[in-house]
């Protein structure tokens, strides 16, 4: 058993990477409540400072605006660190498709480079925001986190199981504690992108029309942010092997079309037309279907508190007026 595991030791100092970002600044929301010590280390490649800003003042809160790929950064980051939430990464699952070394360099290198920092510095504990699309398209749905072969058919997912593989692989030589959550489509306030966003985005240009990549019956499993951070911090305070590897999800779906509806009615608009580009795929490297099976998180004591599309109709209203 590991003897730094995270309910066996007093967490004093929480580094986020990411922390600036959507799922990482409701962990660092979160983790304010704790009063633990909380860095927060962006890049705000993506992130946004609106997002943290209401946390400057507070004398357990601090701010490295760094960059993973600047090793000197994040080893100055790590020192007197108890556990990372690695929140950091590029997480536009497209863009792998026309820039094929983004996401080795912002998700591989850059995860590296903090299990390098975390080695140097005797940081003993990771929680790690992976996905779904590690699995690929895979045969068994839901799916469970034993499901294997994991082949998955997008350089995002690639590089997230490829951190996956570096972080089980650090815990065990360097006696280091992990947990690696592998998440649904995660959706609600402050969210940047993703289909919800591109939907209202396209409605504001053309209110009469909407366009849904593939056919629209891509099927997904959306969860909540709230839930996704009340899954991440529950399972880390109640799960204590070496690697702790879970799937967070919701217990349904809702295809694009369903998800398209739902943002016409929060959008009070009327007699829209649906058109589809064709094909079961929305991109390339597109999952056109995806339930995690969540026994194990359930196993815990954890429960998901919205449905799909409960989810989707929620991050609808609050995007419709803050984007």
């Known amino acids: 058993m590991n003897n730094n595991r995270v309910n066996e030791r007093s967490i004093n100092t929480i580094l986020v990477t990411g922390g600036a970002g959507f799922i990482g600044s409701h962990i660092v929301d979160r983790l304010m409540d704790t009063g633990c010590k909380v860095i927060v280390f962006d890049n705000f490649s993506s992130g ?23 090793t000197g950064e994040i080893d100055a980051a790590c020192n007197g660190v108890d556990l ?13 498709a026309v820039d094929t070394k983004v996401h080795f360099e912002q998700n591989i290198t850059a995860t590296y480079n903090l299990l390098e920092a975390m080695r140097k510095n005797a940081v003993p504990n990771v929680a790690f925001t992976s996905t ?3 699995y690929g398209e895979a045969t068994t749905i839901p799916t469970p986190e034993e499901y ?51 939907f209202i985005e396209k409605l504001r240009d053309d209110p009469d029309h909407l366009e849904i990549l593939g056919d629209g019956r891509q099927s997904k499993s959306y969860l909540h ?7 991440i911090l529950f399972a880390v305070e109640h799960s204590d092997e070496t690697v702790n590897i879970f799937n967070v999800g919701s217990e349904d779906t809702i295809d694009a079309t369903g998800i398209g509806r739902i ?17 079961k795929r929305g991109w390339k490297g597109d999952v056109p279907r995806m339930l995690l ?20 109709r929620d991050t609808a209203r609050v995007l419709i007026v803050s984007l």
């Open 132 to 134: 779904s699309t590690v």
């Open 263 to 279: 943002v016409v009615e929060e959008m009070g608009l009327k007699d829209i037309e649906f058109s589809y580009t064709g094909g």
């Open 225 to 231: 942010v709230d839930d996704c951070v009340d899954g």
């Open 84 to 96: 990372v939430y690695h929140a950091a990464a590029n997480p536009d699952v497209r863009l792998g």
């Open 148 to 198: 294997g072969p994991l082949v998955p058919i997008s350089l995002y997912g690639a590089s997230k199981l490829a951190c996956e593989a570096l972080i089980t692989s650090y815990s065990h030589t360097f006696d280091m504690h992990s947990w690696i959550f592998r998440f649904a489509n995660i959706v609600g306030d402050r969210g940047t992108h993703g289909i919800i966003v591109d």
């Open 293 to 312: 099976a969540i026994d194990e998180m359930r196993k815990l004591g954890w429960e998901p508190s919205y449905t799909s599309a409960d989810s989707v």
């Open 48 to 70: 946004q400072m609106e997002f943290i800003e209401h946390h400057l003042d507070n004398v357990n809160f601090s701010l490295i605006k760094g960059d993973l790929l600047n």
